[in-house]
């Protein structure tokens, strides 16, 4: 089942979706507790797309693929590590990332992310994937230049955290099994990055457990799950792509920011 979140210009008001083909049939409420539809349908290429969920916080898993570790000369961690994005960085399939002004070199990082379904605080991996309502794709964007300032990842944060910088999307995809999944990010229809999951260093299930460990995660919230090798630069202009096997792809543009 593919889920997905748009604009509704009769209610005016966000709306959640079930992809049939060509339709979207609204869904009752929200997603979280059983899908309930109405019988109220729309023609999916009429709709604006939304981001597919209302994250109280978006928990980035990094350093989490061996390709990408060699990439940058990273040891393996010995446990998941991971950082916060807020929510307001969240945008949907097709809008546009803002390329701000603070910033002189922006950076994409494609990666495979899931939607929290059930409240989980110190969940074992085993009953991780219960909890889970689905898998999307997702682009870190980050402002490279201010990561790194002063040589040190005291920045981190900052540089992912600025407005549009968490593209998600097409929708949420229920159905899959996310061990893997072949992951490819063009930019200008050139190859960025191209791997599958099987290179992460910790799957789904542990990174998601761990996480829930140090917070309770509740639903909607959105965990990216870490990038692949291939990391470089975007420019205003560009148009890019995520896409991940079994999902679908995402699709965005990068917007020069007012100064």
């Not at 995520?242 to 543009?253: C, M, Q």
């Amino acid at each position: 089942m593919r889920i997905t979140r748009y604009w509704d210009p009769a209610a005016k008001a966000a709306r959640y979706g079930v992809i049939e083909g060509d339709r979207v049939r609204e869904i009752a409420g929200l997603p979280y507790n059983g899908i309930k539809t109405t019988r109220t349908v729309h023609a999916l290429d009429a709709l604006q797309m939304l981001a597919a969920c209302e994250p109280t916080k978006i928990v980035a898993g990094g350093a989490n693929y061996h390709g990408h570790l060699k990439e940058v000369g990273l040891p393996v961690p010995e446990t998941p590590v991971f950082f916060l994005k807020p929510p307001s960085a969240l945008i949907g399939p097709g809008q546009a990332v803002v390329y701000p002004p603070e910033s002189k070199r922006l950076e994409y990082e494609g990666e495979l992310a899931v939607v929290v379904k059930k409240p989980m605080h110190r969940t074992p991996p085993g009953e991780v994937l219960d909890c889970l309502l689905g898998y999307t794709c997702v682009n870190d964007v980050t402002a490279r230049d201010i990561q790194v300032i002063g040589g040190n990842l005291l920045h981190l944060c900052e540089s992912k955290s600025f407005d549009t910088f968490c593209p998600m999307g097409p929708w949420i995809e229920t159905e899959l099994d996310a061990h893997a999944l072949d992951l490819v990010l063009t930019v200008n229809d050139v190859v960025r990055q191209k791997t599958n999951t099987s290179d992460m260093i910790f799957p789904v299930e542990d990174m998601v457990s761990y996480f829930s460990h140090v917070m309770t995660l509740l639903p909607g919230d959105l965990i990216l799950t870490g990038t692949p090798q291939g990391i470089g630069q975007m420019q205003v202009g560009d148009h890019v792509e995520v896409t991940i096997e079994g999902i679908g792809t995402l699709r965005h543009t990068i917007a020069a920011g007012a100064r």
